[in-house]
């Protein structure tokens, strides 16, 4: 069999967790930042990545609100989602369900209209150029209410054929999940699939809102069902994906460190969790070194990296006929390795 690190080099990998707005390439970054604010101290790619390290989550959220003033024209997010999922082919990512959140810039950017159609574009013109395919999810964030959420789910209809689903993301501890069990019901209504942000920085409490009110398919993170063992029960046997982001529970600090990490115990007790890199150019992290990292740190193997993907694929939203296909990429690689 091949060394390890070739076959983490080489495998078919499937992301279900990664923020557009935080896979942005550095080099797209500094460009706009020059572009916007040539009077900028932020001259280089270095100066650029320290700007990335994070005292604890609420330190990192003010550096994602930073990032977001330099993305300001219809351009900037269609060249940006382009560059980002780019990217990710180069790591042999064949799959890809990626969050973006039109909202999250009406401080700057061009109104949450042009925003949807750029990203779409360059989502859609990325996936011909690359070969690989891409679910687009809406997040409609917590922060801004859920007095606001319906009119936004509103305004996807336009492109509810080229949007699969709704995301929760933001801040669990001010505006819990409960509150948008009325918007995630109409959502389900309108077909879309359904991903809930729960127990990254809250309890355990969180994720039980996100699955019996909510009623989500997934849940982003997911790391302090830990600290319920009826909890994990109901994850495993009704085998609810949680989508795992080590790195960033490390640099936001959810975790203290990598020992305290859930995602060995996750696995061994059967529930069906993923491996992802949530927003991998903030924490300077690609789901490539993510793979490496369980490795190294949790003595995970390659059968089980090989079954890892099997359950990307499993909990991804694609549509029969791209998981047969994805699934054919997946034995090709694997089957050759026995």
Same mark, same amino acid.
């Given at each position: ?14 992301? +279900? ?6 896979a ?5 970054? +500094? ?8 009077? !900028? /101290? ?5 100066t ?14 003010r550096?994602?609100?930073?990032? %977001? ?9 269609? *060249?940006? $989602? #382009?560059h980002?999922? *780019? ?13 973006? !959140?039109?909202?999250?810039?009406? $401080?700057?950017?061009?109104?949450? *209209?042009?925003i949807i ?21 809406? /997040? ?30 933001g /801040? ?15 959502? @389900? !209504? ?14 355990? #409490? ?7 009110r +909510? ?14 063992? *009826? ?6 046997? @009704?085998?609810?994906?949680?989508e795992?982001?080590?790195?960033? %529970? ?6 203290? %460190? ?7 115990t996750? #696995?061994?007790?059967?529930? +069906? ?24 740190? #949790?003595?995970?193997?390659?059968? /089980? ?6 359950y $990307? ?6 549509a ?8 054919? !990429? ?9």
């Amino acid at each position: 069999m091949k060394n390890l690190n070739h076959i983490i080099r080489d495998m078919p990998k499937i992301e +279900l967790h990664c923020h557009l707005e935080g896979a942005f390439t550095l080099e797209f970054l +500094l460009d706009r930042i020059q572009k916007y604010e040539p009077e !900028s /101290d932020i001259r280089d790619i270095n100066t650029l990545r320290q700007q990335f390290v994070f005292h604890d989550f609420d330190h990192f959220i003010r550096a994602w609100i930073w990032k %977001n003033r330099y993305f300001r024209t219809a351009d900037d997010f269609r *060249e940006s $989602a #382009y560059h980002a999922i *780019e990217a990710l082919t180069k790591q042999n990512v064949i799959a890809l369900e990626a969050f973006f !959140s039109p909202w999250d810039f009406d $401080a700057w950017g061009p109104g949450a *209209e042009a925003i949807i159609e750029a990203t779409l574009d360059g989502k859609e013109t990325a996936e011909k150029d690359f070969g690989i395919s891409v679910n687009l999810i809406a /997040d409609i964030v917590r922060n801004h209410g859920h007095e606001r959420a319906v009119k936004r789910l509103k305004q996807l209809d336009p492109y509810k054929d080229r949007i699969c689903g709704i995301g929760l993301g933001g /801040d669990e501890t001010h505006f819990p999940a409960f509150r948008f069990e009325d918007v995630f019901r109409i959502a @389900r !209504s309108k077909g879309y699939h359904t991903v809930v942000h729960a127990g990254e920085t809250e309890g355990p #409490y969180s994720i039980w809102d996100a699955v019996s009110r +909510l009623n989500t398919e997934r849940i982003g993170h997911g790391i302090t069902a830990i600290q319920n063992r *009826e909890l994990m029960k109901i994850l495993r046997d @009704r085998q609810i994906p949680l989508e795992i982001c080590p790195t960033s %529970n490390l640099k936001t600090r959810v975790v203290k %460190n990598a020992r305290e990490h859930p995602v060995k115990t996750f #696995y061994d007790e059967g529930l +069906l969790i993923t491996i992802n890199s949530d927003d991998p150019t903030m924490f300077n992290q690609t789901l490539t070194e993510e793979f490496h990292f369980i490795c190294r740190e #949790y003595g995970f193997r390659a059968d /089980d990296l090989e079954r890892l993907t099997r359950y $990307a694929l499993k909990a991804s939203f694609f549509a029969p006929n791209i998981k047969t296909r994805l699934q054919k !990429s997946i034995n090709n690689f694997w089957n050759k390795l026995t």
